[in-house]
């Protein structure tokens, strides 16, 4: 569970790579405009809430035993 967490947790950025390589204006598209720049707030915010459930879920599991 913990790498699959940790797996999760990078998904956002590697996308983020993905989209550089196909399209190099991606970066200046996000850095640019209002909306590149509210897309980032968002995801930044998304991704933190993400991470803060995965914890919880993590404690919890290793709480009742299911994680060696």
Do not use: D, K, N, Q
Not at 25 to 47: D, K, N, Q, S
Not at 56 to 64: E, G, I, P, Y
Request: hydrophobic content about 60%; glycine content about 12%.
């Amino acid at each position: 569970p913990r790498a699959s967490a940790s797996l999760l947790g990078w998904l956002p950025v590697a996308g983020l790579a993905v989209g550089v390589v196909v399209e190099p204006r991606t970066i200046a598209v996000l850095a640019t405009t209002g909306l590149g720049w509210g897309l980032i707030f968002v995801a930044v915010v998304l991704m933190a809430l993400g991470r803060r459930w995965m914890a919880a879920l993590l404690r919890t599991a290793s709480a009742a035993g299911e994680i060696p």
